[in-house]
């Protein structure tokens, strides 16, 4: 049952969830927003089974009623619901046509440290578009990929477009945030990984890497920036640099692509090893 209503979107309380858009000011309280059905249900069935919280949902009375599920659901986390006008809901949605709902989450990200059996990886070097970086993470996610790490030089996770692409991945599997890629590669290194740079002029081939049996054993993936890729430094800490082959006449694949070829290729070579 919502608590109470707002209606102003000069309300100190409304202001103080809206400022959560800037990266700022999350990485200050520690908290994000997560904005649309999907994302919430999936926030809330963490929180359900024993995951980081959810603080408050914030929802119209038509989106109270189409999703009776999530009142439920926050209900049964004794999260705090509020209804909230529709220029409330504008003035919070971060989308051009919000969907009603919106929840204020606690930060999920977790030390690399302790992140433990790790068999399939994905470390994100300079991605800087949120969009890629959280549907990369949607494809690590569905891929069965153990860990996320965003390197210090990468995107936000928190940021909202990020937050919307993953489709509620996020709060699926371990994400490591601000870790310098070394750090990342040697960690993976001294689990027992083999790891793998992904770049369109790696002169290594995606499918010869698969058959000689390289992507049998726990593996991690580094993707690079979508512009220019990864840097000849960072290539060198890995094992080698890997192409997806190409047998039409694209120029290359985009991040996002080349990302799901590479994991799932992955994932299919561990499960029949």
Known sequence: MASHEFTSVRSPRIKGVRRLAKR?????ERRFLAEGPQAVREALAAVNGG?????????????????IDLMDAAHTAGVPTHQVS?????ELAQT???QGVIAVCEFVDVPLEKVTDVRLAVVLSHVRDPG???????TADAAGADVVVFTDASVDPYNGKCVRASAGSLFHLPVVVGVPVARAIDFLNEAGAKVWAADGGGDKDLHQVADAGDLDGPVGWVFGNEAWGLPEETVRLT????SVPIYGGAESLNLATAAAVCLYTT?????RS
């Open 51 to 67: 995951g980081r919280g959810v603080l408050e949902v914030y929802a119209t009375a038509e989106a109270m009623q189409r999703h």
């Open 132 to 138: 890629n970086a959280g549907t990369v993470l949607r």
């Open 239 to 242: 094992d080698g640099a890997v």
């Open 86 to 90: 529709l220029d409330v809901m504008s």
């Open 96 to 98: 051009i046509t919000p």
């Open 24 to 28: 700022t000011f999350r990485q200050r």
């Open 267 to 271: 994932a299919r070579q561990q499960r």
